[in-house]
């Protein structure tokens, strides 16, 4: 997970952020790789993609991977306060 967080802080290439942001959506189905993306700061880049993409592709494995997070129960309120829904 910190190596696919790291490509999201600091690539600016729509390809792999598309991709990272595609993995982490598929581990984002597991409540510890979940966990584990919140304790990395997932949030913040994934919310900033959302915000700032016009790539569909990328916009959709952005969206996929925040639907993902929340998901858990337990992880809904840092989706909430990392500004990917609306309060």
């Known amino acids: 997970v910190p190596p696919l967080v790291a490509l999201l802080a600091r690539s600016r290439d729509t390809a792999v952020l598309g ?21 990395e700061g997932a949030l913040p880049p994934l919310v900033r993609l959302l915000e700032r993409s016009r790539d569909a592709t990328l916009l959709g494995n952005v969206a996929a991977a ?15 306060d990392a500004g990917a829904l609306p309060p």
């Open 66 to 80: 925040i639907r993902n997070l929340a998901r858990h129960a337990e992880m809904r309120r840092d989706v909430c």
């Open 19 to 39: 991709n990272a942001s595609g993995a982490l959506g598929i581990l984002a189905l597991s409540p510890g790789s979940a966990r584990a993306m919140a304790a």
